[in-house]
């Protein structure tokens, strides 16, 4: 158990809205060994981020509730503890990234405050010394001419800089757990590479756990040692990602595959524009999933079961978790 | 599909600038080039991409091919008539061919109209049929999007994402155009529901012979429904095949940086040489000499920072707008 970073433990989340119950997350496990990278993969309403946010604490309670479940952090489990320990962890043991770069950070205070406001909460240093760290990750996460801009403001910069600044406020007290949550789906495609790239470049340097949220396959499969695939609030599918992608064995993960353009099709010679397999129909409302699988009415191998009982999550090969009862090879 | 080689779009030399204001009493104008001298033509049937970053002026073409923002030069034809200069009421007949379908199904949408009457406001507008047959049509259109006669009476929030797009691409069939412009249209939707919308966009363009220009910052999703692509760079077209060439030759620095930026669904071939430009793209207000590519370019030399390079053909189908190609 030494190298794990940090694990979940059975966690659900509940939103109560409008007196309905919402589970936006049931079930769910997972652990993050040191130093690797989680990837989670899901469409929106998944429960990819709320799991995130509950990991600390973040939740906001009304209307949302974390109705069971542990994270355990370094021996201790967060959700027992007090606020003002969790506050301690926060940035400092474990911290976050978000997607929004534009509106994560305070329009009204420089840069250069808002890492200080951080460092300030954890370490007990002079301005100096603060001033100089805050310069270093600046430096650390590349952004040129980091001492101008301290002084700057996140308007004056671009969103691939913002979405550095951010990175820089979360990996500043260098904590053993980072969760980047959809880190590049605002940016574009050329910056979204400089931003995996730097992360990649910095996990290794300072042996970051990086739990990866994201809704692009292309950037799991880039980034992540191991996967879970995440539908309608439950875990589906487990591996590691050369399994995963090799072998999926769950119907939605399958589907999810065949849904992307396959760059690697289109640029053979010859090859004609063609349709897309989609998986059809919609995700199911989540204050009224359905008794038996989630992803019944959807799924092409759907038997009569499915409709009455949800399959357990089990091991289908060593290492390979899928809730399915069709076996796939 | 049977392609006649009639040009339902040609685009000559657009230029579109925003003029920004700057100095006391504004007497110096400076000028966002946010298309700057773009040249393009999509026959019956064909379907053109656009790629670009933000800030690439990809949605401002689209916006001037429809006339919604004013082009400062340069000349549109739709089927061969020139319609650069047309006063709105001239205009108006032309709508009926050209319609567009925006990126954000949310904010595109009025929500306080129901959905029957969004999408057969533009049929009502052009009188295209009495009332019977404007009903009929907008039966047969709903039919046409994979939604049901019955959502007719709905409102635009009782619709997911997907939906609303299918939605808006009804609202564009309806007036029976020869040329669609999709601005971004699947990029605010979720990978299962991007698949289903791409695969209407074609369906829909076998049954009714349309054209598309199809606008997206996303290569992948342009290379699936594209037969030729242009590739935009701070409001100039920088390279423009077909697809295969473009992905199996690709000759433009830039348009290899994109190739190579963009994430592969395939874990074993995980890229250890990303050809990665730095930096971001410059304020187009203010864009580099010489070819605008040249400050993030890995190859520039001296003659890119002074000279501006022009597309020039390489080869029947191919053009590249590079000194060192």
């Known amino acids: 158990m030494k190298d794990i970073a940090l694990e979940v433990k059975n966690l659900a989340v509940e939103f109560n809205i409008r007196g309905k119950t919402v589970k936006a997350v049931n079930d769910l496990s997972w652990q993050l060994k040191k130093g690797h990278t989680l990837g989670i993969v899901g469409e929106s309403g998944c429960g990819k981020s709320v799991s995130s946010l509950a990991i600390l604490r973040l939740i906001p309670d009304p209307p949302g509730k974390i109705t069971s479940g542990s994270i355990l952090y370094d021996g201790q489990d967060i959700m027992k503890m007090s606020d003002k320990n969790v506050r301690d962890i926060r940035g400092r043991k474990i911290s976050m990234i978000f997607q929004e770069p534009m509106t994560s950070l305070n329009p009204l205070m420089t840069v250069g405050k808002q890492i200080s406001e951080i460092i300030d909460r954890h370490f007990k240093l002079s301005k100096q010394q603060t001033f100089i760290k805050a310069k270093n990750i600046l430096d650390l996460v590349q952004i040129p001419d980091a001492e101008r801009w301290l002084n700057g403001y996140p308007h004056e910069m671009s969103g691939g800089m913002r979405q550095r600044v951010m990175i820089a406020m979360a990996l500043v007290c260098e904590p053993a757990v980072l969760i980047a949550d959809e880190p590049t789906t605002a940016l574009d495609v050329t910056t979204q590479a400089q931003i995996l790239a730097l992360l990649n470049n910095l996990q290794k340097k300072l042996g970051t756990a990086v739990v990866m949220i994201t809704h692009d396959l292309g950037v799991i499969s880039e980034t992540a040692d191991h996967v879970i695939v995440m539908y309608a609030g439950k875990k589906v599918e487990e591996a590691s990602v050369l399994d995963l992608f090799e072998n999926p064995k769950h119907p939605y993960t399958q589907g999810l595959m065949k849904a992307i353009p396959n760059l690697e099709e289109i640029s053979k010679n010859n090859s004609k524009p063609s349709r897309l397999e989609e998986i059809k129909g919609i995700v199911p409302s989540l204050h009224d999933l359905p008794k038996g699988c989630p992803f019944e009415n959807r799924c092409s191998f759907a038997m009569e079961k499915c409709k009455h009982k949800s399959p357990n999550f089990e091991e289908k090969a060593p290492g390979h978790w899928a809730s399915c009862f069709k076996e796939f090879n | ?325």
């Open chain 2, 1 to 325: 599909m049977n392609m006649n080689d009639e040009i339902i779009l040609e685009v000559v030399n657009l230029k579109t600038y925003f003029p920004i204001k700057k100095g006391i009493f504004s007497l110096q104008k400076n000028y966002v080039k946010a298309v700057d001298d773009v040249s393009l033509k999509i026959k019956s049937g064909e379907t053109l991409g656009i790629v670009g970053e933000s800030g690439s002026g990809k949605s401002t073409l689209g916006k001037s091919i429809m006339r919604l923002v004013k082009p400062t030069s340069g000349m549109i034809k739709i089927k061969g008539k020139d319609i650069t200069k047309l006063s709105k009421k001239e205009m108006f007949p032309i709508r009926k061919k050209v319609q567009i379908v925006f990126q954000d199904p949310y904010s595109s949408l009025n929500p306080r109209f129901t959905v029957g009457k969004i999408v057969s406001e533009g049929m009502y507008l052009h009188k295209i049929g009495n009332e019977l047959e404007i009903k009929e049509r907008l039966k047969e259109i709903f039919e046409k999007v994979g939604l049901s006669e019955f959502h007719l009476n709905s409102y635009p929030h009782e619709f997911s994402g997907g939906q609303r797009q299918r939605i808006g691409i009804a609202r564009a069939l309806a007036l029976d155009p020869n040329l669609i412009i999709a601005d971004e249209p699947v990029s605010a939707l979720d990978v299962s529901v991007q698949a289903q919308v791409i695969n209407l966009f074609m369906d829909l363009q076998q049954e009714f012979q349309l054209s598309y220009m199809f606008i997206a910052h996303d290569l992948s999703v342009i290379a699936q429904i594209c037969s030729k692509i242009g590739v935009m760079y701070l409001g100039n077209i920088v390279e423009i095949t077909d697809r295969n060439t473009l992905f199996s030759n690709p000759q433009h620095p830039y348009t290899k940086a994109l190739l190579s930026s963009i994430p592969m669904p395939n874990p074993k071939s995980r890229k250890k040489d990303h050809l990665l430009i730095e930096g971001d793209i410059p304020s187009p207000s203010n864009p580099p000499s010489g070819c605008k590519f040249h400050t993030r370019c890995p190859f520039a030399k001296k003659i890119c920072t002074e000279q501006i390079p022009y597309l020039k053909k390489i080869d029947t189908e191919h053009e590249v707008a590079c000194h060192l190609v």
